[in-house]
């Protein structure tokens, strides 16, 4: 694939009020397919368009601003395409011998060209999002964190969020309606506010269900955060440890040592440590 050099020049601002320095550049487009962003045998395998960038404004004055530009592209080692201040007065001139409605013209084409490449991308978007609702028909995700599980692979804290969000756009509507019709959500219990349960560093037993699961590494290796649900009393237990104890909706008894009662946000827990399963639903 030939090397692309970016060329400085010198154009017109949007309000035809200053000249401004601009540098030419190329977007590579990978297309579809595991190769799109390969370069085989020389040749890149997506579409490359051809573009230009504001690098900054330099005068109003087309002598001075070509003397800026000349300074500034000398400073970063690179060439001035424009070949001097009589060039950039010309098209100055130009510019300003347009007529309103050739302006109007062109906007009107430039407004068409985005539409039509916004109706484009759309139909392109709304396609992909047909296949993967269809992947998911046949119950295997093709997109986002899941990518490639089965629809019975998906955590259950994942099938808790579908249920509970009610901000979805219709494409995510579309996916909460397959996947709730293949799995079950849980109703969970909704903790008391400012309840606490047990006493600090004594230990004891607890029947609870998992109401919210998060992992993530820390210091000591791959860590965990459970929130769960006393069911006898509707207190919330929290443990921050690095064992697997269960899934958002599992029912279990646990035994564990009351760290402490804290807050968070408004709400009262009750902090658990040394947790043991001793019976899982």
């Not at 694939?1 to 010198?10: A, R």
């Not at 000249?19 to 390969?38: E, F, K």
């Not at 100055?92 to 347009?98: G, V, Y």
């Not at 219709?170 to 996947?179: A, G, K, L, P, Y």
């Given at each position: 694939?030939?090397?692309?050099?970016?060329?400085?020049?010198?154009?017109?601002?949007?309000?035809?009020a200053y000249y401004t320095l601009r540098v030419t550049a190329q977007l590579h487009i990978p297309s579809?397919?595991?190769?799109?962003?390969?370069?085989?045998?020389?040749?890149?395998?997506?579409?490359?368009?051809?573009?230009?960038?504001?690098?900054?404004?330099?005068?109003?004055?087309?002598?001075?601003?070509?003397?800026?530009?000349?300074?500034?592209?000398?400073?970063?080692?690179?060439?001035?395409?424009?070949?001097?201040?009589?060039?950039?007065?010309?098209?100055?001139?130009?510019?300003?011998?347009?007529?309103?409605?050739?302006?109007?013209?062109?906007?009107?084409?430039?407004?068409?060209?985005?539409?039509?490449?916004?109706?484009?991308?759309?139909?392109?978007?709304?396609?992909?999002?047909a296949e993967m609702l269809c992947s998911l028909e046949n119950g295997i995700v093709s997109f986002g964190?899941?990518?490639?599980?089965?629809?019975?692979?998906?955590?259950?804290?994942?099938?808790?969020?579908?249920?509970?969000?009610?901000?979805?756009?219709?494409?995510m509507s579309c996916v909460r309606d397959i996947i709730l019709a293949k799995r079950d959500y849980i109703?969970?219990?909704?903790?008391?506010?400012?309840?606490?349960?047990?006493?600090?560093?004594?230990?004891?037993?607890?029947?609870?269900?998992?109401?919210?699961?998060?992992?993530?590494?820390?210091?000591?290796?791959?860590?965990?955060?459970?929130?769960?649900?006393?069911?006898?009393?509707?207190?919330?237990?929290?443990?921050?440890?690095?064992?697997?104890?269960?899934?958002?909706?599992?029912?279990?008894?646990?035994?564990?040592?009351?760290?402490?009662?804290?807050?968070?946000?408004?709400?009262?827990?009750?902090?658990?440590?040394?947790?043991?399963?001793?019976?899982?639903?």
């Amino acid at each position: 694939m030939k090397k692309f050099t970016p060329e400085y020049f010198i154009g017109v601002g949007e309000t035809n009020a200053y000249y401004t320095l601009r540098v030419t550049a190329q977007l590579h487009i990978p297309s579809d397919g595991p190769d799109g962003n390969s370069v085989i045998n020389g040749v890149y395998q997506g579409t490359i368009l051809e573009t230009d960038y504001y690098v900054r404004n330099l005068s109003q004055d087309a002598n001075e601003a070509y003397t800026k530009a000349v300074k500034i592209c000398n400073n970063l080692g690179r060439n001035l395409r424009t070949n001097g201040p009589e060039h950039i007065a010309d098209e100055m001139r130009e510019i300003k011998k347009r007529t309103a409605d050739e302006m109007e013209a062109a906007r009107i084409k430039a407004d068409a060209l985005a539409a039509e490449r916004h109706e484009a991308m759309m139909s392109e978007q709304a396609r992909k999002q047909a296949e993967m609702l269809c992947s998911l028909e046949n119950g295997i995700v093709s997109f986002g964190k899941y990518k490639n599980n089965t629809v019975d692979e998906l955590p259950q804290s994942y099938i808790q969020w579908l249920g509970e969000a009610n901000d979805f756009d219709s494409f995510m509507s579309c996916v909460r309606d397959i996947i709730l019709a293949k799995r079950d959500y849980i109703s969970l219990p909704t903790p008391k506010k400012n309840l606490y349960i047990g006493e600090p560093k004594k230990r004891d037993t607890y029947n609870v269900q998992i109401i919210k699961a998060i992992g993530y590494d820390g210091y000591y290796g791959y860590q965990r955060i459970y929130q769960m649900v006393d069911l006898a009393t509707k207190a919330l237990l929290v443990s921050f440890t690095g064992s697997f104890l269960g899934e958002v909706g599992d029912v279990m008894t646990i035994k564990a040592t009351v760290k402490g009662h804290d807050e968070y946000q408004g709400q009262a827990q009750t902090v658990v440590q040394r947790i043991a399963v001793q019976e899982a639903a």
